[in-house]
C-alpha cells in the first residue's frame, strides 16, 4: 500500500505560477508512472500529465507548454510546475499512480487533492 500526499495548491491571479508536490510514502516500488488529475466543480475528472519510466513525459493539450511535471526518485516525491495559470487551471489536483489503456486513467493509489484557485 502506498500513500500519497500532494501540497502547493492556493489562490493565484490568472497569469500566475504554483508549484504543487506529491510526497509519496509506503510501498513507493510500485510506483513507476505517476500522475497528476484535477476536477473541477460539476466537471468531470481531467487527466494532466504522466510522468513515466524511463523520463517520458505527457501532457494534456489543455496544458502543454505552460506545465512540466518532474520526479525526485531519491525522495519518493512528484512536482507539477505550472505556470501561466489560467481560470479554467480550477480545480482539485489529485497525484496518483496512472496506468495507460487506451487513455492515462488513475489507479486507487491517489491522495487527498491539494485545491487550485485561479481567480
Known sequence: HVQLVESGGGLVQPGGSLNLSCAATGKTNVLNCMGWFRQAPGKE?????????????????????????????????????????????????????????PTWSATADRGQGTQVTVS
Open 45 to 101: 475528472i481531467e487527466w494532466v500529465s504522466t510522468s513515466a519510466l524511463g523520463d517520458a513525459t505527457y501532457y494534456a493539450d489543455s496544458v502543454k507548454g505552460r506545465f512540466t511535471i518532474s520526479r525526485d526518485n531519491a525522495k519518493n516525491t512528484l512536482f507539477l510546475q505550472m505556470n501561466r495559470l489560467k481560470t479554467e487551471d480550477t480545480g482539485m489536483y489529485y497525484c496518483a499512480r496512472m496506468i495507460y489503456g
